[in-house]
T-cell receptor, first 110, second 118 residues
Framework: KQEVTQIPAALSVPEGENLVLNCSFT??????LQWFRQDPGKGLTSLLL?????REQTSGRLNASLDKSSGRSTLYIAASQPGDSATYLC?????????FGKGTLLTVNP | DAGVIQSPRHEVTEMGQEVTLRCKPI?????LFWYRQTMMRGLELLIY????????DSGMPEDRFSAKMPNASFSTLKIQPSEPRDSAVYFC????????????????FGPGTRLTVL
């Protein structure tokens, strides 16, 4: 059974800092990995999707990497802003299903 | 496109009552998913449909839960009878994969329905 773990559970940083969120998964037989953002009381917004054959994806200040063999992914956020404050969820696609981690609650302080 | 639409956004009901949650997927999408989110268990897949046909309902917790997709633009998740432990946020998501399933499958989520069962 696929299990997804996200570390840390919560992170507080000052504005402008670069930061890394971590995601690990137990079964490396995945089709893809997706990073989402969830704002309080809202749905999930897809940030980046990395296919199993890819090593990384970039969108603006976000960069996600994937090391399938070791079961790890990182989400790098450059020059963080207060508007980046949200919960970030990692999800892996395996056995035709998305399995989610419990997320990292990010707070960026002005 | 308006994105995935869910209704109601909030539902408060009493134990034993029937609850029906509704979802309208993005037009043209061929997959529809129902998830439940709780603090304890995070986001869990309940059931998913392909071209209106239920494919995997192994995540449905009990027989009290049922889901239907009568057409490509509408799905319901019903709980009958509801219990306090069903309190959670229920999300609907849709995606288009066509022949590329399951490789390319970016899912788009609705805003969720917050269910409280008293």
């Amino acid at each position: 059974k696929q299990e997804v773990t996200q570390i840390p559970a919560a992170l507080s940083v000052p504005e402008g800092e670069n930061l890394v969120l971590n995601c690990s998964f137990t079964d490396s037989a995945i089709y893809n990995l997706q990073w989402f953002r969830q704002d309080p009381g809202k749905g999930l917004t897809s940030l980046l999707l990395i296919q199993s054959s890819q090593r990384e994806q970039t969108s603006g200040r976000l960069n996600a990497s994937l090391d399938k063999s070791s079961g790890r992914s990182t989400l790098y956020i450059a020059a963080s802003q207060p508007g980046d404050s949200a919960t970030y969820l990692c999800a892996v696609k395996s056995n035709y299903k998305l399995t989610f981690g419990k997320g990292t609650l990010l707070t960026v302080n002005p | 496109d308006a994105g995935v639409i869910q209704s109601p956004r909030h539902e408060v009901t009493e134990m034993g009552q029937e609850v029906t949650l509704r979802c309208k997927p993005i037009s043209g999408h061929d997959y529809l998913f129902w998830y439940r989110q709780t603090m304890m268990r995070g986001l869990e897949l309940l059931i998913y449909f392909n071209n209106n046909v239920p494919i995997d309902d192994s995540g449905m917790p009990e027989d009290r839960f049922s889901a239907k997709m009568p057409n490509a633009s509408f799905s319901t998740l019903k709980i009958q009878p509801s219990e306090p432990r069903d309190s959670a946020v229920y999300f609907c998501a849709s995606s288009f994969a066509g022949a590329s399933w399951p490789v390319y499958n970016e899912q788009f989520f609705g805003p969720g329905t917050r269910l409280t069962v008293l």
